[in-house]
């Protein structure tokens, strides 16, 4: 009976040694560095952290001009680009003048970084914590400027 317990007891402890070998393996291959194609591809749309990896920019995508399909386009060239498009859709209304950005995590540099592969376009702070997004994009009437491609 002891022999038992004692196999059943080690059979358990390899079973769980195996499965954090296994997590810790499939959470160090999605880990990577970047790579110089990397930088030269998205570098605007990741940020390196403390520990050398990187992290991409996320943003949520609003139709604030009216046009069928606007935010779905822009959608398109930011994820392009690498930034992580949590959404996209309708702005409450249609009345916006022109294209704004808004930080909402209050990490400016993200902002400003989707902002300038935009071709810059106008940044303001709305900290909103609770929507977990580094950035708003609100599209006016000048949205199709932002499908422009960029010199570098």
């Known amino acids: 009976m002891r022999d038992r317990l004692h196999t059943g007891l080690v059979v358990a402890v390899l079973l769980l040694v195996g499965a954090l070998l296994g997590s810790g393996l499939l959470e160090w291959g999605d880990r990577r560095q970047a790579t110089p194609a990397d930088l030269a591809a998205g570098a605007a749309s990741t940020r390196s952290t403390m520990g050398g990896e990187r992290e991409r920019i996320s943003v949520e995508v609003l139709n604030g001009a009216g046009v069928i399909g606007a935010a779905a386009r822009v959608s398109e060239r930011l994820r392009g680009m690498g930034f992580d498009v949590k959404t996209f ?15 909402r995590s209050g990490r400016v540099w993200a902002a400003e970084a989707i902002a300038d592969s935009l071709g810059g376009i106008p ?8 929507l977990y997004l580094d950035a708003t994009l609100i599209l006016g009437p000048d949205w199709e400027r932002l499908l422009e491609p960029r010199a570098r």
């Open 89 to 103: 859709g309708n702005a409450p209304n249609f009345d916006q003048d022109r294209s704004v950005l808004i930080d």
């Open 123 to 130: 940044v303001r702070s709305e900290a909103s914590p609770e």
